[in-house]
């Protein structure tokens, strides 16, 4: 089994944790979407939690994976009310 590790990547003075990150970052620049990166921590069951993102037009936090099957990512996210995105934006 092969292990991919995440690529850190720069984007408008951000350092993200992975390209893919970055990729959504790009795509809501593209929407038009206001984001900021990795705002604040929280603390989910009783373990620290830093969502990739915060939307202040929406006043949510949104997480970013690969892919769907995440349940802690989802757990996490679900219990501050934030969305999940998952996948590969095309941008």
Same mark, same amino acid.
């Given at each position: ?9 720069? =984007?408008?003075?951000?350092? @993200? !944790?992975? !390209?893919? #990150? ?5 795509? @809501? ?7 900021? =990166?990795? !705002? #604040? ?12 993102? &915060? @939307?202040?037009?929406?006043?949510? &936090? ?9 349940? #802690? ?12 995105? &998952?996948? &590969?934006? #095309?941008?």
């Amino acid at each position: 089994m092969t292990i991919l590790r995440a690529l850190e990547t720069r =984007y408008q003075g951000y350092r @993200f !944790r992975s !390209r893919l #990150e970055a990729r959504y970052a790009v795509m @809501f620049d593209s929407l038009g979407l206001q984001w900021v =990166y990795a !705002r #604040e921590g929280f603390v989910v069951d009783d373990m620290p939690y830093l969502p990739d993102c &915060y @939307f202040p037009q929406l006043d949510t &936090y949104g997480e970013v994976k690969p892919q769907l099957l995440c349940l #802690e990512a989802y757990r996490k996210i679900h219990a501050i009310g934030g969305i999940i995105f &998952y996948g &590969y934006p #095309e941008v």
